[in-house]
C-alpha cells in the first residue's frame, strides 16, 4: 500500500517557469489537498478538493492551480514560478471531511527551490 | 476566524525527563483535534484525534488530552527517538468539508 506518493522530490526552478508536481493516492480517498511549509509559518492550504471534478481554493491559493480528473491524482501546478514560492509542498489525502474522523494522510514532501 | 496556538516553539529535555506541549485553539464549534509527528525531511504522520473535553488518548510513551481551549500532549520519560516537531490541528464543525488549520508546531528535543 503506497499511501500518498508525491513526485518530484526535490526541484529547482527559475523565475517565470512553470511546473507541475504530482500527487497520487491508492486509497480511494475522497478529500486530497495541497499544504505548503514554510519556516516559522506552519502548514499552510493551498487548494483541496472533495472529488473528481471538484475543487476549492484553501489560505493560500495565489499563484497555483488545480484539477482532479480522477478520484487518485491531485496534481499542484505553478503556472509562473516567482522565488516567494519557494517552499516544501505536502500533498495529503482522507477518505472524507464532512464527519469525525477525518485524519488525513500527508506524502512525504516535495522541496522546490525558484531562483 | 479559526486559530491554533503551540507553545513553547522548542523544547529541549534530558532522557527521562517528562514534560508536556501545549495546544490553545479557537475554533467556531470543534469537530476534530489532532495531533502529528513530524521528522526532519519527512511528511506529518498521524497520532491522535480527540473529539470532546476530557478525552484522552494514549500511544507509549505520549498521551493527549483535551479541554474546551487547549489540548496537552504530555510525553513520559521521553527518549532520544521521541526527537521531532509536533503538529497540532483543529477542524471546525461547520457543515460540509472542513479543512483542517495547523498551529507551528513544537520541536521536540531529546538529549541522551
Known amino acids: 500500500n503506497a499511501g500518498v506518493t508525491q513526485t518530484p522530490k526535490f526541484q529547482v526552478l527559475k523565475t517565470g517557469q512553470s511546473m507541475t508536481l504530482q500527487c497520487a493516492q491508492d486509497?480511494?480517498?475522497?478529500?486530497m489537498s495541497w499544504y505548503r511549509q514554510d519556516p516559522g509559518m506552519g502548514l499552510r492550504l493551498i487548494h483541496y478538493s472533495v472529488g473528481a471534478g471538484i475543487t476549492d481554493q484553501g489560505e493560500v491559493p495565489n499563484g497555483y492551480n488545480v484539477s482532479r480528473s480522477t478520484t487518485e491524482d491531485f496534481p499542484l501546478r505553478l503556472l509562473s514560478a516567482a522565488p516567494s514560492q519557494t517552499s516544501v509542498y505536502f500533498c495529503a489525502s482522507s477518505y472524507s471531511m464532512r464527519g469525525t474522523g477525518a485524519t488525513i494522510y500527508f506524502g512525504e514532501g516535495s522541496w522546490l527551490t525558484v531562483v | 476566524e479559526d486559530q491554533v496556538t503551540q507553545s513553547p516553539e522548542a523544547l529541549r529535555l534530558q532522557e527521562g525527563e517528562s514534560s508536556s506541549l501545549n495546544c490553545s485553539y479557537t475554533v467556531s464549534g470543534l469537530r476534530g483535534l489532532f495531533w502529528y509527528r513530524q521528522d526532519p525531511g519527512k511528511g506529518p504522520e498521524f497520532l491522535f484525534t480527540?473529539?470532546?473535553a476530557g478525552e484522552e488518548k494514549e500511544k507509549e510513551r505520549l498521551k493527549a488530552t483535551l479541554t474546551k481551549k487547549e489540548s496537552f500532549l504530555h510525553i513520559t520519560a521521553p527518549k532520544p527517538e521521541d526527537s521531532a516537531t509536533y503538529l497540532c490541528?483543529?477542524?471546525?464543525?461547520?457543515?460540509?468539508?472542513?479543512?483542517?488549520?495547523f498551529g507551528k508546531g513544537t520541536r521536540l528535543s531529546v538529549i541522551a
Open positions: 480527540l473529539y470532546s
Open positions: 486509497m480511494n480517498h475522497e478529500y
Open positions: 490541528a483543529v477542524q471546525a464543525s461547520r457543515s460540509g468539508n472542513t479543512p483542517l488549520v
